[in-house]
Nanobody, 125 residues
């Protein structure tokens, strides 16, 4: 059971990237899946979550710029990131939980029990 991220890289400010988090050995059916990020010298930050009931949550810093979706097979969760800025530069990691998360706990990293390795996103000015 593992999560595998892909799609990171370097982009100029104002550009877009699409991250993918693929489930290996299981599916995301009845799972909540989130993206966290950590910039150098900063604490890990919750970015977005797609709860098992289909509700999407976003941090204030990415609201209206990022979109989280899941494929029909429930094997891959995507994070579409638009209007990127240098402040979005970080290592992005996906995490999942076999359960339901709501508005007050989706951003707590200790709620998640499976984590990917992380992928670098660099936005240059």
């Amino acid at each position: 059971v593992q999560l595998v991220e892909s799609g990171g890289g370097s982009v100029q400010a104002g550009g877009s990237l699409r991250l993918s988090c693929a489930a290996s050995g299981f599916t995301f059916d009845q799972h909540s899946v989130a993206w966290f990020r950590q910039a150098p010298g900063k604490a890990r930050e919750a970015v977005s979550c797609l709860s098992s009931d289909g509700t999407a949550y976003y941090s204030d810093s990415v609201e209206d710029r990022f979109t989280i979706t899941i494929d029909d097979a429930k094997k891959t969760v995507m994070l579409q990131m638009d209007s990127l800025s240098p402040e979005d530069t970080a290592i992005y990691t996906c995490a999942s939980l076999g359960g339901y998360l709501v508005y007050y706990d989706w951003n707590r990293d200790y709620e998640y029990d499976t984590w990917g390795q992380g992928i670098q996103v660099t936005v240059s000015s």
